[in-house]
């Protein structure tokens, strides 16, 4: 099993009166991306900043790279890479001359070049900071977070204002990054994204982790219902099944049911049994979307 | 899913004593003047604030009364005493103003934030941004005293340089140091422009930074003296007028207490996080385990 890179045991955080975090435990491996998931205020910020070491836990155990984060000093913050959810880099600096200056914190570093043509943004090298559009900014928050090839990396909405063809050249980054053994904290509100890079996504609402698991399994703790619609030509009633709903929506039947298998074999049994011809036959799994709307609106 | 006994069975990796450490601080000290260098050059209000307002007002203030002699001061010339006064306001504006400015800017637009997430070491930041300040202190200062002497027929002796760049070299760190503490108390970089010029120009005004005689009124002389401007411009205006007093240990104490004070007050409510500061007193205290 690979190591752990971050461990988080029983994390709470007030704020006043306010339960930001309230009991949360997790860990994070090398060559991961584990997502955190959840509405605002959820506390997926907070739960990354006290990992970065930003802000002090109110209880529980935080250990990143083996060391409270609050602690780990400049050894730790060495072997990090963060792209904040909100942080500048001054305006009048060109994109090189950010990164050359980011660069010369770390060792070891990467050349300037190297992390620039790896986001994107080598044509833009010479383009002041001011003059570079929403996308590129967020590019060169990337570039910032790797020049000192980091161990982990923490992605707090990394594709943000990005276009899609930027977003997909980041999830390449980011994958590639993995690839090669780094362990990946990713906060998102894009679940397409979630789905496609991590490995294991944590769900928070109000503060607690409401689910965690992989993208495909996150519903295994208590499974959405599967939907199967189609339309049939002819009447007749349709044979008992193992399905929780039925009903008829723009002419099409929508069934509802935790055994989708078995569902489809009775119907398309019974659609040849008593000749009624059956079309646009579609079984559609709960996405994660679907699963994280559930999650999050039952709290 | 994951399991408790799982989570135990993973190892650890560890940030190992004997793995690469981040650059040296003391590395980062001219990589860091060199960063807020080109800030400041390329800042328009920076520039400004340096370079441009001492100049202009030097020459300003000479136009308007050029052949206006000062009796208070022995019958000098008054471009003898607006040139070191100038140039004094030129490493205010250095040391004072364009701190505050900028790192109260900084701080709101979270590159401070970023900063601080970096393996820099803080002190780094500090250090480089004051070996900018003396930079770019030495060319106000060079450039306010050489239109002076140039076009304004001032009399700068030779031997009187050094006492010039100790009254300039103090002067800086106690504005440097003012400056830090003062980013501390504004709330965001829109109030930074007034509340600098507003705590600065009363002092320097009562300071005798814009007019040579003490005022009349024995409370504001006593406010003056209280003030490290005081002894820092009567330290610079030493250097072209044999009435003024050099920079004195009496000076030296007040200037020394001021600077005290300020690193304290920086030392303290210091805040690398944007609006955190008034966030901070409205949270419990939180203790990391």
Same mark, same amino acid.
């Given at each position: 099993?690979?190591?752990?890179?971050?461990?988080?045991?029983?994390?709470?955080?007030?704020?006043?009166?306010?339960?930001?975090?309230?009991?949360?435990?997790?860990?994070?491996?090398?060559?991961?991306?584990?997502a955190?998931?959840?509405p605002?205020?959820?506390?997926? *910020? *907070? +739960?990354?900043e006290?990992l970065?070491?930003?802000r002090?836990p109110?209880?529980?155990?935080?250990?990143?790279?083996?060391?409270?984060?609050?602690?780990?000093?400049?050894?730790?913050?060495?072997?990090?890479?963060?792209v904040?959810?909100?942080a500048?880099?001054?305006? $009048?600096? %060109?994109?090189?001359?950010?990164?050359?200056l980011?660069?010369? =914190?770390?060792?070891?570093?990467?050349?300037?070049?190297?992390?620039? #043509?790896?986001?994107? &943004?080598?044509?833009?090298?010479?383009?002041?900071v001011?003059?570079?559009?929403?996308?590129?900014r967020?590019?060169?928050?990337?570039? &910032?977070?790797?020049?000192?090839?980091?161990?982990?990396?923490?992605?707090?909405?990394?594709?943000?204002?990005?276009?899609?063809?930027?977003?997909?050249?980041?999830?390449?980054v980011?994958?590639?990054?993995?690839?090669?053994?780094?362990?990946?904290?990713?906060?998102?509100?894009?679940?397409?994204?979630?789905q496609?890079?991590a490995?294991?996504?944590?769900?928070?609402?109000d503060?607690?982790?409401?689910?965690?698991?992989?993208?495909?399994?996150?519903?295994?703790?208590?499974?959405?219902?599967?939907?199967?619609?189609?339309?049939?030509?002819?009447d007749?009633?349709?044979?008992?099944?193992?399905?929780e709903?039925?009903?008829?929506?723009?002419?099409?039947?929508?069934?509802? %049911?935790?055994?989708?298998?078995?569902a489809?074999?009775?119907?398309?049994?019974?659609?040849?049994?008593v000749?009624? !011809?059956?079309?646009?036959?579609?079984?559609?799994?709960?996405?994660? #979307? !679907?699963?994280y709307?559930?999650?999050?609106?039952?709290? | 899913? %994951?399991?408790?006994?799982?989570?135990?069975?993973?190892?650890?990796?560890?940030?190992r004593?004997?793995?690469?450490g981040?650059?040296?601080?003391?590395l980062?000290?001219?990589?860091?003047?060199?960063?807020?260098?080109?800030?400041?050059?390329?800042?328009?209000?920076? $520039?400004?604030?340096?370079?441009?307002?001492?100049?202009m007002?030097?020459?300003?203030?000479?136009?308007?009364?050029?052949?206006? *002699?000062?009796?208070?001061?022995?019958?000098?010339?008054?471009?003898? =005493?607006? $040139?070191p006064?100038?140039?004094?306001?030129?490493?205010?504006?250095?040391?004072?103003?364009?701190?505050?400015?900028s790192?109260?800017?900084?701080?709101d637009?979270?590159?401070?934030?970023?900063?601080?997430t970096?393996?820099?070491?803080?002190?780094?930041?500090?250090?480089?941004?004051?070996?900018? @300040?003396?930079?770019?202190?030495?060319?106000?200062?060079?450039?306010?005293?050489?239109?002076g002497?140039?076009?304004l027929?001032?009399?700068?002796?030779?031997?009187?340089?050094?006492?010039?760049?100790?009254? @300039?070299?103090?002067?800086?760190?106690?504005?440097f140091?003012?400056?830090?503490?003062?980013? *501390?108390?504004?709330?965001?970089a829109v109030?930074?422009l007034?509340?600098?010029?507003?705590?600065?120009?009363?002092?320097? =005004?009562?300071?005798q930074?814009?007019?040579?005689?003490?005022?009349?009124?024995?409370?504001?002389?006593?406010?003056?003296?209280?003030?490290?401007?005081?002894?820092?411009?009567?330290?610079?205006?030493?250097? =072209? &007028?044999?009435?003024?007093?050099?920079?004195?240990?009496?000076?030296?104490?007040?200037?020394?207490?001021? +600077?005290?004070? @300020?690193?304290l007050?920086? &030392?303290?409510?210091?805040?690398?996080?944007?609006?955190?500061?008034?966030?901070?007193?409205?949270?419990?205290?939180s203790?990391?385990?």
């Open positions: 099993m690979p190591a752990d890179v971050a461990r988080v045991e029983h994390l709470t955080k007030d704020y006043g009166a306010v339960k930001a975090l309230d009991d949360v435990s997790f860990e994070v491996r090398e060559a991961e991306v584990v955190l998931l959840g605002n205020g959820a506390g997926k *910020t *907070t +739960t990354i006290i970065e070491g930003i002090a109110t209880a529980g155990d935080v250990r990143v790279l083996g060391v409270d984060p609050r602690r780990g000093g400049r050894r730790l913050r060495n072997r990090l890479g963060i904040l959810q909100s500048g880099i001054d305006a $009048t600096l %060109t994109a090189s001359e950010a990164v050359r980011y660069a010369s =914190f770390y060792r070891p570093r990467r050349p300037a070049s190297e992390i620039l #043509e790896q986001v994107g &943004l080598d044509e833009s090298a010479s383009v002041r001011a003059h570079l559009s929403g996308g590129q967020r590019r060169l928050d990337l570039a &910032l977070a790797l020049v000192g090839a980091p161990s982990l990396l923490f992605l707090d909405e990394p594709t943000t204002g990005l276009d899609p063809a930027a977003r997909r050249h980041t999830w390449k980011i994958e590639s990054l993995r690839d090669q053994g780094v362990a990946i904290v990713l906060t998102s509100h894009y679940l397409d994204e979630v496609r890079l490995e294991r996504v944590i769900v928070l609402a503060g607690r982790i409401v689910a965690q698991g992989p993208p495909a399994s996150i519903s295994g703790a208590t499974p959405a219902a599967a939907t199967i619609t189609f339309r049939r030509i002819g007749a009633e349709l044979p008992a099944g193992p399905w709903t039925m009903h008829e929506q723009h002419g099409r039947v929508v069934l509802e %049911t935790r055994e989708p298998v078995e489809a074999r009775i119907i398309l049994s019974w659609s040849a049994d000749g009624i !011809d059956i079309r646009d036959f579609e079984v559609r799994q709960p996405s994660l #979307e !679907d699963e709307l559930r999650l999050t609106s039952e709290r | 899913m %994951t399991t408790a006994p799982e989570r135990q069975q993973g190892s650890r990796v560890s940030v004593s004997d793995a690469p981040p650059e040296r601080g003391v980062l000290v001219p990589r860091m003047a060199w960063y807020h260098l080109l800030l400041i050059t390329r800042s328009p209000i920076g $520039t400004f604030i340096s370079l441009v307002i001492p100049v007002l030097l020459v300003a203030l000479y136009l308007v009364t050029p052949e206006m *002699t000062l009796q208070s001061l022995g019958g000098v010339h008054i471009a003898q =005493f607006l $040139t006064s100038m140039a004094s306001f030129a490493v205010l504006n250095v040391g004072f103003v364009d701190v505050v400015i790192v109260t800017l900084a701080r637009e979270g590159i401070l934030r970023r900063l601080h970096s393996p820099a070491p803080p002190w780094a930041y500090f250090a480089g941004r004051l070996a900018t @300040a003396v930079i770019v202190a030495a060319g106000a200062v060079t450039i306010v005293c050489g239109v002497v140039l076009f027929h001032v009399h700068l002796p030779l031997s009187s340089i050094p006492m010039l760049a100790a009254a @300039a070299a103090a002067g800086l760190a106690t504005s140091a003012l400056g830090i503490a003062v980013s *501390t108390l504004v709330p965001e109030g930074a007034p509340i600098a010029y507003g705590v600065l120009l009363p002092v320097a =005004f009562v300071s930074v814009f007019f040579p005689a003490p005022s009349e009124a024995p409370w504001l002389r006593d406010l003056a003296a209280a003030f490290p401007v005081l002894p820092f411009v009567r330290g610079m205006q030493a250097a =072209f &007028l044999v009435s003024s007093q050099p920079l004195d240990a009496h000076g030296l104490l007040i200037m020394g207490g001021w +600077t005290g004070a @300020a690193l007050v920086a &030392l303290f409510f210091f805040s690398w996080e944007p609006g955190t500061r008034r966030r901070r007193h409205l949270r419990p205290r203790r990391s385990r």
